[in-house]
């Protein structure tokens, strides 16, 4: 379990994390998503103490990192693919955090083929692409095989095979009753990996719950309908309080109203339906809602185009 309670982190007059409060449960994957300069990097380095807060606290397990005797054993965290000596070679790399804490060349070996980095055990680091780096990174965070991972844009730089590896990775580690924060800016990602959602903006929690949750919450739904009257099921519709929209393909667009309503209206006026569906809100529509007013690095071009909040 990682917890925060009342976290905050001044830069000077900036607030980077503003006295939020956050419980990252075991057994699933949290994503944690929030625009640049948001302040997702800086919780991610308080929770394993490269930052102090300047108040509040965050404790995994009940402790604060830098209180835990063998952190290595209790949390693995991937923050930066690039902090890495670049003339050693990923098994000396890997080696050398091993040493430090009795772990022995057996794990050294298994973390390697998790990962997916023997081929390249003997070559330096410096030569390696971001994906491989990435993998790399991995398997040093999970080296002491700790209950707690935490991995910031980990995808970053994987080709699909490699995508397709680490999402059943963090879903096979979540399913072992571990804790995993994941953070990332791929929508795609998230969906297909994360259970729970958090979203952060300007030090702010936005959201926190389920992710089909905080999805229906925010982007909501709507009923999308076929049917040769269209014109004649919009007329209806519109006359009972019900909004309607023309979709380019020819489809109705129906908010305000579910699909067995929608129906029964059509069936009541003898209009015959060829389609009657809910399509629900993509996370992408829900992300871009709650973040509106929490954006700080914005183009012009957005601005202009109804950006402003």
């Known amino acids: 379990m990682i917890t925060a309670q009342s976290l905050t982190k001044r830069y000077g007059d900036r607030i980077a994390v503003d006295g ?3 419980a990252i449960a075991p057994g699933r994957v949290t994503g944690f998503l929030g625009p640049n300069g948001a302040g997702k990097s800086t919780t991610m380095r308080m929770m394993v103490g490269l930052d102090r807060p300047t108040s509040g606290m965050v404790t995994i397990n009940g402790m604060r990192y ?3 005797p063998a952190p290595v054993f209790e949390v693995g965290a991937l923050l930066d693919a690039g902090a890495v000596h670049p003339r050693r070679t990923a098994y000396r790399h890997l080696m050398a955090i091993a040493a430090t804490h009795r772990i022995g060349k057996a794990r050294v070996q298994e973390v390697m083929g998790l990962a997916g980095v023997e081929s390249v055990a003997d070559k330096r680091i410096g030569g390696f692409s971001l994906g491989m780096r990435q993998r790399l990174g991995i398997a040093s965070a999970l080296l002491g095989d700790p209950g707690t991972v935490i991995l910031d844009e980990p995808v970053n730089g994987l ?4 995508i397709l590896w680490i999402r059943g990775l963090l879903r096979g580690l979540a399913e072992e009753g571990r804790t995993v924060l994941l953070s990332s800016h791929l929508m795609t990602e998230m969906m297909e990996t994360a259970d729970h959602l958090v979203v952060i903006g300007r030090g702010r929690i936005l959201a926190d719950g389920p992710l089909r949750a905080v999805i229906a919450g925010v982007a909501g739904s709507s009923v999308r309908v ?3 009257d269209a014109d004649r099921l919009a007329a209806l519709l519109t006359g009972a309080g019900i909004a309607v929209a023309a979709a380019p393909d020819g489809a109705v667009e129906v908010t305000g109203a579910t699909a067995e309503h929608v129906a029964g209206l059509a069936a009541g006026a ?3 339906l ?3 569906a809910t399509v629900g809100g993509s996370l992408e529509d829900a992300y871009l809602a709650l973040t ?3 954006v700080e690095y914005q183009s012009s071009g957005a601005r202009e185009s109804g950006g402003r909040s």
Request: glycine share 14%.
């Open 270 to 272: 003898g209009i015959v």
């Open 20 to 22: 939020i409060d956050l």
């Open 159 to 162: 080709d699909p095979d490699g």
């Open 292 to 294: 509106a007013g929490a």
């Open 226 to 228: 076929r049917t040769h």
């Open 66 to 68: 830098r209180d835990i």
């Open 274 to 276: 060829h389609e009657v």
